[in-house]
């Protein structure tokens, strides 16, 4: 079993940055894939962005050039930089590991975006 913590959510104005990281108990170098999701109020779930094993990345449309994903397999945690924010970025931020047929869900950090 793997638990996924994640950290560094806040409160930030607009064109503003902010630095997301998911700690995992365990590996992640096993996961297949590791990704950042987000849930803005009313909305369904989307992908942010996501990392396989292998380093090849996946972005929504609505945060390429903007955002980046990153892992450090040491440390077992995977981060996200956010850059440029805007008020539509506002969400709950949760992370996400793949492995095999399993899925991990970390309990999500709030990201709000307002002047």
């Known amino acids: 079993q793997v638990q996924l913590v994640e950290s560094g959510g806040d409160l930030v104005q607009p064109g503003g940055s902010l630095r997301l990281s998911c700690a995992a108990s365990?590996?992640?170098?096993?996961?297949?894939?590791m990704g950042w999701y987000r849930q803005a109020p009313g909305k369904q779930r989307e992908l942010v962005a996501s990392?396989?094993?292998?380093?090849?990345?996946n972005y929504a449309y609505s945060v390429k050039g903007r955002f980046s994903i990153s892992r450090d397999n040491a440390k077992n945690t995977v981060y996200l930089q956010m850059n440029s924010l805007k008020p539509e970025d506002t969400a709950v931020y949760f992370c996400?590991?793949?492995?095999?047929?399993?899925?991990?869900w970390g309990q999500g950090t709030q990201v709000t975006v307002s002047s």
């Open positions: 996400n590991g793949q492995r095999g047929p399993y899925t991990y």
């Open positions: 990392m396989t094993s292998g380093g090849s990345t």
């Open positions: 365990g590996s992640i170098f096993s996961m297949n894939v």
